[in-house]
């Protein structure tokens, strides 16, 4: 019974990327296994491969197993978007976007992996993985101009994490990029459920020199509460609140306010997701100087966005 509960388990964890022992009180399910359970009788694994084909059991493309799969063969790798001024339309620095490039040439953006590699099977590789670009990312970009910056998204666990945040800063302690040019962008989807400990860990990365960007303002979780009691030196407008700009004079009203209120508690603004040239002129008008979206460039990678700085294009 045990092995058939393992196994009845460890099967719907490699296809769905979580483990509930509810399901297995549930007759439906287990009726629906059953061949796992003569498997736990007869223990013939031919047997069970058997069934497993004939069910057409394949792994979900975005299952753990896939993603520590593809993580084992370098296949994620950091894009990156300019973050431009708006009057120069130069980059001033740029935004990391994790890409999966996996083995059958499918490119999958976060939207599609993103909550099982941030689950707990996933989350050391996939972090360790991530962590490990933002260096030598960053050097190749101040080689080419020193004042860039690269911005990072962390996420619920990571701004949790004492742990994490001392070793991000001792990363940066033993190479030659400084923490001045990294800014950890928190999003709205990492939640914050203890709100001291997280605001000594943001303490603890502003006092070693990194900035803050608060991402996604304007999204369900990321409003003026989020302004008043995280200390950042960014905050960054989400791409809805631009959408929606041109039709809707109070989102303009908004952003004019919120241009304000950046200059009286000292943080910059960036309007995110900017696909027109309208758009681009509304925000300038409105004060915003620092944008980014398709209309000054899409994510790319490093090596494209190395080439068209060196060309002078960026
Ligand atoms: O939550 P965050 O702001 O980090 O999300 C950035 C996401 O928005 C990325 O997936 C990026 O590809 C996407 N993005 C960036 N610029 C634009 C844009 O101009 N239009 C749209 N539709 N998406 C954008
Ligand atoms: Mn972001």
Not at 102 to 108: E, F, H, K, T, V
Not at 112 to 140: G, H, N, R
Not at 257 to 262: D, G, H, Q, R
């Given at each position: 019974?045990?092995?058939?509960?393992?196994?009845?388990?460890?099967?719907?964890?490699?296809?769905?990327?979580?483990?509930?022992?509810?399901?297995?009180?549930?007759?439906?399910?287990?009726?629906?296994?059953?061949?796992?359970?003569?498997f736990?009788?007869?223990?013939?694994?031919?047997?069970?491969?058997?069934?497993?084909?004939?069910?057409?059991?394949?792994?979900?493309?975005?299952?753990?197993?896939?993603?520590?799969?593809?993580?084992?063969?370098?296949?994620?790798?950091?894009?990156?978007?300019?973050?431009?001024?708006?009057?120069?339309?130069?980059?001033?620095?740029?935004?990391?976007?994790?890409?999966?490039?996996?083995?059958?040439?499918?490119?999958?953006?976060?939207?599609?992996?993103?909550?099982?590699?941030?689950?707990?099977?996933?989350?050391?590789?996939?972090?360790?993985?991530?962590?490990?670009?933002?260096?030598?990312?960053?050097?190749?970009?101040?080689?080419?101009?020193?004042?860039?910056?690269?911005?990072?998204?962390?996420?619920?666990?990571?701004?949790?994490?004492?742990?994490?945040?001392?070793?991000?800063?001792?990363?940066?302690?033993l190479?030659?990029?400084?923490?001045?040019?990294?800014?950890?962008?928190?999003?709205?989807?990492?939640?914050?459920?203890?709100?001291?400990?997280?605001?000594?860990?943001?303490?603890?990365?502003?006092?070693?020199?990194?900035?803050?960007?608060?991402?996604?303002?304007?999204m369900?979780?990321?409003?003026?509460?989020?302004?008043?009691?995280?200390?950042?030196?960014?905050?960054?407008?989400?791409?809805?609140?631009?959408?929606?700009?041109?039709?809707?004079?109070?989102?303009?009203?908004i952003?004019?306010?919120?241009?304000?209120?950046?200059?009286?508690?000292?943080?910059?603004?960036?309007?995110?997701?900017?696909?027109?040239?309208?758009?681009?002129?509304l925000?300038e008008?409105?004060?915003?100087t620092?944008?980014?979206?398709?209309?000054?460039?899409?994510?790319?990678?490093?090596?494209?966005?190395?080439?068209?700085?060196?060309?002078?294009?960026?």
């Amino acid at each position: 019974m045990l092995v058939y509960v393992c196994i009845l388990l460890l099967q719907h964890w490699m296809s769905l990327g979580s483990l509930s022992l509810g399901q297995i009180t549930d007759i439906e399910f287990l009726f629906k296994h059953l061949h796992l359970l003569e498997f736990a009788a007869t223990g013939n694994m031919m047997f069970l491969v058997l069934q497993w084909y004939k069910r057409g059991l394949t792994l979900p493309k975005n299952s753990p197993l896939a993603i520590l799969a593809g993580l084992a063969n370098n296949e994620f790798q950091f894009y990156i978007q300019p973050i431009c001024d708006n009057q120069t339309h130069k980059a001033v620095g740029f935004e990391t976007l994790m890409r999966w490039h996996r083995s059958d040439g499918s490119i999958l953006a976060p939207g599609s992996f993103l909550d099982i590699a941030l689950s707990p099977p996933v989350y050391p590789s996939f972090k360790e993985t991530s962590l490990a670009q933002i260096v030598p990312i960053l050097m190749s970009l101040m080689s080419r101009n020193p004042n860039y910056y690269l911005a990072f998204n962390t996420d619920s666990t990571f701004i949790h994490s004492k742990e994490f945040v001392i070793d991000l800063i001792s990363q940066f302690d033993l190479s030659d990029a400084s923490p001045n040019c990294l800014v950890l962008e928190l999003p709205d989807t990492a939640t914050i459920d203890d709100q001291e400990l997280v605001l000594s860990n943001v303490s603890l990365l502003r006092n070693n020199g990194f900035g803050i960007a608060l991402d996604d303002f304007g999204m369900e979780h990321s409003n003026m509460d989020r302004i008043r009691d995280i200390p950042a030196d960014f905050v960054k407008i989400d791409r809805s609140f631009i959408v929606q700009m041109e039709g809707n004079p109070r989102s303009l009203a908004i952003i004019k306010a919120l241009v304000s209120m950046s200059k009286e508690l000292d943080f910059q603004i960036i309007a995110e997701g900017i696909e027109t040239l309208a758009q681009a002129r509304l925000l300038e008008e409105a004060g915003v100087t620092r944008v980014q979206g398709y209309y000054y460039g899409r994510p790319q990678s490093v090596d494209y966005w190395l080439d068209q700085l060196d060309k002078g294009l960026l």
